[in-house]
């Protein structure tokens, strides 16, 4: 989370950035997150999490669907502001101004991940989101493309003129009846509701990507280090890690290089490549959680 905020003010300096929470943030190992969140001029913003499935539902992620809360609380912002949620498991390492143009062309802008048409996606595949999408607005669908979690992007006024179908699909979900009755996360409600809305949705593959870089998964290529969002879920307990402890090394500073943090980004999260350091680093780690896990 800190490593999400600070590297986005960093990068964006006059970017106006803000935390949606349940609870204060902790403090950990003697650093009070609260306070680094200040720092960097995050708005904590403490809305209860109410937007969840009956227990039961879901084995674990039961906060995926907390972004209803956080539209809900935005409701009173002005209908033009612009804003995007991302997930905690980022990194901004540029300007975000190819993303605010995405909403210039587009109604809506979400992150499309390359997925089969049957291949399983948190309970659902893109042919069973077409199912329920049929269902939902009585028309035939191909497989719907799959949007990830990690982005939504609109207005407040795009959300509220159009909030409808995420709002129905909430309903099913929680009551198990209707052609939305299998929806799970959030992105099964992105997907299904961009395809019955009549609006237009801009693709942010060229702003953001889903970077796996673990040993058996790596999809890091040359060129993603130019973009200027990185979602990294395969190093929460690593680079993004290690980027906190070097932010926190130098009391996590406010006048940073942006070129100098996103070299570093760079080295301690594999993207492009991943140093021979960081492979060792990672495994000796992985090994000791394994050890400590099966005493």
Known sequence: MVALFASARITNPDQRLALFCNVTP???????????????????HL?????RLPEGRA?????????F??????????????????????????SLAPLWALL???DFAGYIVETGDDEPVNGM??????AAAKGLGNREFAPLPHYGGELFATTIGGWKANRQPFDTMLAQASSGQGPASGVLTEE??????????????ANADGVLKRIWTSPRHNTARPGDECLPIWHLPAEKRYGLKDFFLWLARQGFPLDLPPADMRHRAMTLCG?????????????????????????
């Open 26 to 44: 902790p403090v950990v190992d003697g650093i009070d997150l609260a306070a680094v969140l200040t720092k960097y001029a995050v708005e904590l």
């Open 47 to 51: 809305v209860p999490l109410t937007a």
């Open 59 to 67: 084995a674990s992620w039961g906060n995926v669907l907390y972004f």
């Open 69 to 94: 809360d956080i539209l809900t609380a935005l409701e009173d912002e002005p209908d033009d502001l612009r804003f995007a949620l991302v997930d905690s498991d980022v990194l901004i390492t540029a």
């Open 104 to 106: 210039d062309r587009a």
């Open 125 to 130: 595949t893109r042919r069973t989101m077409a």
């Open 188 to 201: 099964h409600i992105f997907s299904i509701a961009f395809a019955l809305l009549n609006r237009k949705i």
């Open 271 to 295: 993207v492009p490549h991943k140093p021979i350091a960081k492979w060792i680093h990672d495994g000796v780690r992985q090994v000791l959680a394994k050890i400590i896990k099966y005493q």
